[in-house]
């Protein structure tokens, strides 16, 4: 029933390891994204995809890849993690095009140490 | 100049009053509008969208847009203490991604 999920809802994980983070949407939409909401609670736009491909690249380390196998699927890929991507990374989607209406997924938190 | 202003808060009313909660955005290009209200520890969960200049009403709440002088806001009537949340602002143009406000944080006293 869930129509927007990820996994894992915690991760924990020391500096310099790579980690991945999964999302899938059962909603139909062409869309996904990637938030980051850090400790002031800001919630900034990362990445976005359309049919699998990149439409919106924020200023994002290139240590972060998205990947999108599907369009009801979108991970991200976290390389050499630093202390700074200690965060909460929420995965969203939406019918095609910008102006509609994003459905976030539970989020997963990320604690790097 | 931020993109998409709100109060942070903490907004404070009784229960049962009327909550209003304000947004200004920069971009006088803006073409959808949305609230989202995310409770602690959780993710971001639509309340209303809003397209047009005047007003949308759902339930208790009701959106309010003024694009001449970009603003909207959003009014929770009859204010439970379930709805003690942050409330956030995404503004949208067609060509751009959501940008959000840094969120107003209310409180319902019981």
Same mark, same amino acid.
């Not at chain 1, 491909?53 to 999108?68: A, D, G, Q």
């Not at chain 2, 109060?7 to 909660?21: C, D, F």
């Given at each position: 029933?869930? *129509?927007?999920?990820?996994?894992?809802?915690?991760?924990? &994980?020391?500096?310099?390891?790579?980690?991945? /983070?999964?999302?899938?949407?059962?909603?139909?939409?062409? &869309?996904?994204?990637?938030?980051?909401?850090?400790?002031?609670?800001?919630?900034?736009?990362?990445?976005?995809?359309?049919?699998?491909?990149? /439409?919106?690249?924020? &200023?994002?380390?290139?240590? %972060?890849?998205?990947?999108?196998?599907?369009? *009801?699927? #979108?991970?991200?890929? /976290?390389?050499? #993690?630093? #202390?700074?991507?200690? *965060?909460?990374?929420?995965? *969203?989607?939406?019918?095609? =095009?910008?102006?509609?209406?994003?459905? %976030? =997924?539970? =989020?997963?938190?990320? &604690?790097?140490? | 100049?931020?993109?998409?202003?709100?109060?942070?808060?903490?907004?404070?009313?009784?229960?049962?009053?009327?909550?209003?909660?304000?947004?200004?955005? !920069?971009?006088?290009?803006?073409? !959808?509008?949305?609230?989202?209200?995310?409770?602690?520890?959780?993710?971001?969960?639509?309340?209303?969208?809003?397209?047009?200049?005047?007003?949308?009403?759902?339930?208790?709440?009701?959106?309010?847009?003024?694009?001449? !002088?970009?603003?909207? !806001?959003?009014?929770?009537?009859?204010?439970?203490?379930?709805?003690?949340?942050?409330?956030?602002?995404?503004?949208?143009?067609?060509?751009?991604?959501?940008?959000?406000?840094?969120?107003?944080?209310?409180?319902?006293?019981?």
């Amino acid at each position: 029933d869930t *129509a927007v999920s990820q996994t894992p809802k915690y991760l924990v &994980t020391q500096m310099g390891n790579d980690k991945s /983070i999964k999302c899938e949407q059962n909603l139909g939409h062409d &869309t996904m994204y990637w938030y980051k909401q850090d400790s002031k609670k800001f919630l900034k736009i990362m990445f976005s995809y359309n049919n699998k491909e990149l /439409i919106i690249n924020e &200023t994002v380390p290139n240590r %972060f890849s998205p990947k999108s196998p599907d369009k *009801a699927h #979108l991970n991200l890929h /976290i390389n050499s #993690l630093e #202390l700074g991507d200690s *965060a909460v990374y929420f995965c *969203a989607s939406s019918p095609s =095009g910008g102006l509609n209406e994003q459905y %976030f =997924g539970p =989020g997963t938190r990320l &604690t790097v140490t | 100049q931020k993109e998409v202003e709100q109060n942070s808060g903490p907004l404070s009313v009784p229960e049962g009053a009327i909550a209003s909660l304000n947004c200004t955005y !920069s971009d006088r290009v803006s073409q !959808s509008f949305f609230w989202y209200r995310q409770y602690s520890g959780k993710s971001p969960e639509l309340i209303m969208s809003i397209y047009s200049n005047g007003d949308k009403e759902d339930g208790r709440f009701t959106a309010q847009l003024n694009k001449a !002088s970009q603003y909207v !806001s959003l009014l929770i009537r009859d204010s439970q203490p379930s709805d003690s949340a942050t409330y956030l602002c995404a503004v949208a143009r067609y060509g751009q991604n959501f940008v959000f406000g840094p969120g107003t944080r209310l409180s319902v006293l019981p």
